[in-house]
């Protein structure tokens, strides 16, 4: 059965970025049509890590990627803007002003713009290439990604890696978990800097055991049941670490599906966009978030939300050509009344 929809911005993607470009188009009295494949909004904040801190929102010191995704549902509350969950988008046609998409639900959407906010498109785990790891994935033992942390409480976590996912983690399970190490094959970890100065801190506490520089090795256990985590430094020397839980922060693969295949400029599997208005090669279609690529890019939540921004003022000129847009703080405007 077919479902039309018509809208005047066709949102692909509801993670933190997309939620946000909504506020926008709806403070500049645009119609906004949120589309994303997961059942419900959030992108990687909720499917992810919901109990994630995060430390670059400005106004929070710290907030949970769950509560952030609450607040910009808050935020968008008085606009209702629709939106199609649980979809994949199939299939674009039309040009500027006059675009048209398919999803593998067998909905239709009329847009005269679209913003492609999809974050790193689709995502999974980079595994590390561990004899008998299915076994420990499918217990628990090994596992990629955290929705609770108090599922951790008590026990003996081994992390591996050493970026922000890593680090962050190090550190949020301090005083949940019975012990935290923390694996990486340098000395030097990639987390900010901030991140990393209480990473060190917390070590000479003796609160994190950082083993450096070493590699994941080995499982050992038992029926899926993980007793230990064995690694090697650079000479294959090996030392055995005590662990009930692994885990592995290497990243995500990710796969842009049809976005791939629309004809849009790429830069390392990204969509190139002009900075200054987040256009993409292709007139109409405007992109935000951790999908695009420009120079000085930086892949931070804060600053998908300036592009969503940048693109909603963009996209106003496709939406109501030859309108001017008269922009007002809204501390002055307030938010649109319908």
Known sequence: MTHTHETD???IGAGPVGLFAAFEIGMLRMRGLLIDAL?????????LYPEKPIYDIPAHPAIAAADLIARLEAQIAP?????????????????AGAFRL???RGD?????????AAGAGAFGPNRPPLDGIDAYEASGAVRYFITRRADLAGKHVVIAGGGDSAVDWALALIGTAASVALVHRRGKF?????????????????????VTPYQLHALHGEAGQLRAVEVADLDGATRLLPADVLLPFFGLSTDLGPIAGWGLALTQHQLTITPATCATSIPGIFAAGDITHYPGKLKLILQGFSEAAMAAHAMHAVVHPGQALHFEHSTTSGIPQS
């Open 190 to 210: 990639r987390a900010a800097p901030e991140t990393a100065a209480r990473l060190a801190a917390a070590a000479a506490r003796g609160e994190v055991a950082l």
């Open 39 to 47: 059942a419900e909004p959030g992108g990687q904040c909720t499917a």
């Open 79 to 95: 606009f209702n803007t629709p939106r199609l969950l649980g979809r994949h988008v199939t299939h674009l046609a039309g040009t």
């Open 108 to 116: 239709t959407i009329a847009a005269k713009a679209i913003l492609i």
């Open 102 to 104: 398919a999803t593998d």
């Open 9 to 11: 911005i066709a949102i």
